[in-house]
Every structure is written in C-alpha cells, then in structure tokens.
C-alpha cells in the first residue's frame, strides 16, 4: 500500500512537470500569436505549419546559447536564482486539484499530488517565495537595470502578496476550510453556487493581486523593457533566462487554476460539460484574459503601482472581510 | 507676412486638449479622478477595441501584414531609387553623350565620370560611378539629363558591408543581351505621355 502511493505520487509529479514545461512552451507561441492577431500582423509562421515548431526552435537556442555569467556577479547567487523562480513555481502547483477523481484502469486516480488540509496556504506562500527568484538575480547581476529591476520585484511581489491574501481571506471564510478540494466542493450544483456571486470584490481584488504577482502586463514593472532594459533579467542569457520564463508561465497557470478553483467553480460539472473540461476551459479563458490584457493595457508607473496597493485595493480588502464577517455572524 | 500660419500645427481640427486646466490638487480630487475613471469603464473598452482587431484579423481577413522577402507591395513609378543607364532601342549604343551635365549638378557630388574623344572623334564615356552612400537620390541628374539616359530605377534593395559602395558603369547599363527588357521611362524627369500635343511650335517653323 505505502510503495503504491510513493509510486503514483512519483508518476504524478512527472506528469505535472512534464505537462507544464511543455506548456509553459506552449504558450509563449500562443501568446506570440494571439498578440500579433490583436495588432494584425502573423506572428510566427516559417517554422513548422502555422508556425507550431517555433516552440521547439526557441527551445534549442536557449540550450545551445552561451550561458554568460558576467565578472562582477555574485555568482553563486546568480547561478542559483532563476532555480529558485522555477522550481517554487512547480512545488505550488504540487497542492492543486488539476481535476476531478476519475478511474483508470479499476484503480482511482486522485490528480492532486499532495492534498493537504492547508492547501490555499501552502499554494501562496510557496509562490511567496518565488519573489526570491528576481530578487536574488536582479541584486547579484552587477547591473543597475537588474538592480532597479530587484528593487521592484521587492515593492511590487512583496505588497500585493497583501493584497491576494486579504482578498482571499473572506471566501475562506463562507468555506470554512483551507483545503482546495473543500473549496471546490463548496461550489458543487450549478453556476449559481459559484463564490463569485457572492464575493465579487474579493474575485476582482485577487484577480489583480494575480496580474501584479505573475507579473503580466499592466504591472510589468520587473522587466518593463521601456524603462529597464529588461529588468532583473538583463543579464542572464540561454537556459537561466529560459527557467525565468518557464517559472512565469507556471505562475501564470498556478493562479489561473486558483481563481477558477475559489471562484468559478473548478472542477464542477458544467451544464452537460464534465468536469474536467469545463476546468480546462474556465483556465483557458483566464489566459486569454492575461494575453488579452497584454495586448491593450499600458504600463504603469511603481508609484501608481503602490498607490493602487495600498491605498485603494488593501482597505476594501480588509472592508470585504468585515462585511464578510458581520454577514456570518448575523 | 506673418509665420501665424505656420505656426498653428494643429493638423486636424478635431483634437481634444486633455486635462487642460482641470488638474486635481487635493488628494479627494485625484482620488474621485481614479474612481470615476474606473467605473466610466475606460479599460473595458480598450479591451473591447483589441478584441474587435483579433476577430477581424482572424475572420475577416484584415490582416496587415507583408510577407516583405517574399512579397511586396508595388512602388509607385515615379520612385527614385538606384540609377539606371538606358541605352538606344534601336542599335544597343549608350545614350550617354558624356556631356557631365549630371556630374556638373549633382548637389552632393557623388558623380563621377571619366570620358575621351575616340577614333572618331565623337565623346566616349569610360567610367561611370555614382557614390551610393553619398547619394541623396533628388533626382536632379535624371531631370537635366538630355538624352534621358540616366534614370532613377526601383531597385531599393542595396545592402552592403560598407557604406559607400559603388554603382560602378557595368551595374546600371542596360546589359546588351537585356535591351527588349528595357522600357522607356515613365518616372521623374521622363517626357510625359502626352508631350507631342503639349508642344508648341517654335517661331523659326513658321
């Protein structure tokens, strides 16, 4: 019995890895190609049919670039730092329910890897961490553009790791459990049930906590190549800089699951859809949603950053929690 | 006369002045700016723009892309881009008189040619350079040229290692074995379609 589950917990974890580099690939073409439909040009299209192997051209210029490590960095430190972003990226998704239950072969399958009581918590603190991937690279680069670039991620990760937690804090409260499993079943029967009904602020407050943590666009400030050249990624080159953007993207999925899992409902069967599609597609839709903002949004300055932190989104934050309170209680 | 006129750079008299002298200056000001802005819904409409660009690049097929190497798009026939050396139709011999008139005006002097009077006696042009990384491209030699002989072509594709290379004489004439190739020139500094009927006739023909 104890040697199955280390097997299938082992099985899994490949999978997840496996299926989410892939992806992580994946969707930077998708990304490249919905960006170019938005501004009406082609995107990629020489390499392979519409452009699908680019994927795979991307991959082996990383591998095969020269891994440049300048003189004046903290080397070990430097080495070290787009580990950290990826492998926090990957460890966070180990206590999310990818889908429902479903048999295989007479023998149940669970496609959560470790479901712990705590998995919320787990979920954001682990991804908490992966703030020490630009951090660390930004400061130990010996470039004043990483350097400004760490600094950001500092004020920027760091704050609107306030913000995800508060807003998520009163949903937990109408659950009353931090398992994500719980939280999915507390949603079961129909789209009425879903919890953005009922928490729509705290959907739009950790839906922009989101943005601002995976740092997509409206708040690119770590890499805002108008202002930094490219941030606290300047200096890394080949497979280090392509861990940076395989933990992003694995970030950008993280959340993308956790929003459609606390508020959309996850993997509940939709209409005549079952559940594992329909969670496949609510994720999907958070993408585009990502993507799309890309395309039309501009930057921000780190002092608009900040004011719409702490100013506007941290106290109706903490207001949602005390209605969310006094409606319990009466 | 006054630079009034041109002074006003307004190109389009529909533009809307932003924020001319409404400024917030408490912070509640600034504060009712950012909520009114975010409730008038001005991102969503942005959102709502791209979206209409990405259904009409994917389904209507406004695509505004050139696959540039191997498409392009027509220039018009009045493009001034590298010279070209015409030769006669008839018997394949240069038009060029030799008479320096393009070398004499060329206001950034990139032309260069060298000539001689041959075995009989008539002007010979050997040498025939232009300065590409010198040239401007007005169009001043092909417009005092009297034979029409040098034109302005539409090849625009000229890269090179260096900045000032050569269109040496061999480049732009008309090869021998090309001249049912050649058209008569319709671009700047050409006689236009209908000169006969714009001549007038001189006194001394009466």
């Not at chain 1, 954001?124 to 680069?141: E, I």
């Not at chain 1, 941030?231 to 080159?237: D, H, I, Q």
């Not at chain 1, 956790?258 to 999907?284: H, Q, T």
């Not at chain 2, 190739?181 to 001549?199: C, N, W």
Request: negative net charge.
């Amino acid at each position: 019995m104890e040697t199955s589950i280390i097997i299938e917990t082992i099985v899994k974890v490949i999978v997840v890895l496996t299926v989410f580099s892939v992806l992580a690939g994946f969707t930077t073409y998708i990304e490249r190609k919905i960006l170019a439909f938005m501004q009406r040009r082609l995107g990629p299209t020489n390499v392979g049919p519409y452009g699908l192997l680019q994927i795979a051209a991307d991959g082996i210029k990383l591998f095969t670039k020269e891994d440049f490590i300048p003189a004046n960095a903290n080397k070990p430190i430097f080495m070290v730092a787009p580990l950290i972003t990826a492998a926090t990226a990957f460890i966070a998704m180990s206590a999310i329910p990818f889908f429902p239950e479903f048999e295989m072969f007479g023998y149940t399958v669970r496609p959560i890897i470790s479901d712990i009581n705590v998995g919320v918590l787990f979920v954001m603190s682990v991804g908490a961490v992966g703030l020490y991937g630009p951090l660390l690279g930004g400061m130990s680069s010996a470039n004043k553009w990483a350097l400004l670039g760490g600094a950001r991620t500092a004020i920027q990760l760091l704050s609107y790791e306030v913000v995800s937690g508060l807003s998520l804090l009163a949903p937990l409260m109408m659950v009353g459990s931090l398992s994500l499993i719980d939280i999915n079943n507390y949603q079961a029967g129909g789209i009425s049930n879903w919890i953005i009904w009922s928490q729509p602020l705290a959907f739009l407050l950790f839906t922009i906590a989101g943005f601002a943590e995976t740092n997509r666009t409206p708040f690119d400030l770590l890499e805002h190549e108008a202002e930094l050249v490219a941030g606290y990624a300047t200096e890394y080159s080949g497979m280090r800089w392509g861990m940076f953007f395989i933990g992003e993207y694995a970030n950008l999925f993280t959340i993308s699951f956790l929003i459609s899992l606390i508020f959309l409902g996850g993997f509940e069967p939709l209409w005549f859809i079952p559940g594992g599609l329909a969670i496949v597609l609510k994720v999907m839709f958070l993408i585009f949603l990502f993507l799309w903002t890309r395309a039309s949004w501009p930057h921000i300055r780190p002092d608009q950053l900040m004011w719409l932190c702490w100013k506007i989104l941290m106290p109706l934050s903490v207001l949602n929690i005390l209605v969310t309170a006094l409606v319990i209680m009466i | 006369m006054g630079f009034e006129e041109f002074k006003n750079r307004n190109i389009s008299e529909d533009y809307v002045v932003v924020q001319e002298d409404n400024y917030p200056k408490t912070s509640w000001e600034s504060f009712k700016q950012v909520i009114t802005r975010s409730v008038k819904g001005e991102l969503f409409t942005g959102l709502k723009i791209t979206f209409k660009m990405m259904t009409g690049a994917l389904f209507k097929g406004e695509m505004a892309t050139v696959q540039y190497p191997k498409e392009k798009l027509p220039i018009g026939p009045r493009y001034r881009a590298v010279h070209k050396l015409l030769v006669l139709l008839e018997s394949g011999e240069e038009r060029c008189i030799g008479c320096g008139l393009c070398e004499k005006i060329c206001i950034s002097n990139c032309i260069r040619m060298e000539t001689r009077i041959d075995e009989n006696s008539r002007k010979e042009v050997l040498e025939y350079t232009i300065n590409m990384g010198r040239c401007i491209f007005c169009g001043y030699c092909a417009e005092v040229c009297p034979e029409l002989a040098i034109v302005h072509g539409g090849r625009y594709e000229n890269s090179s290692e260096q900045r000032a290379h050569f269109s040496l004489k061999e480049d732009i004439l008309t090869p021998f074995d090309q001249i049912n190739q050649q058209t008569e020139f319709a671009g700047y500094g050409s006689v236009s379609v209908d000169a006969d009927e714009k001549i007038k006739k001189t006194p001394l023909s009466y």
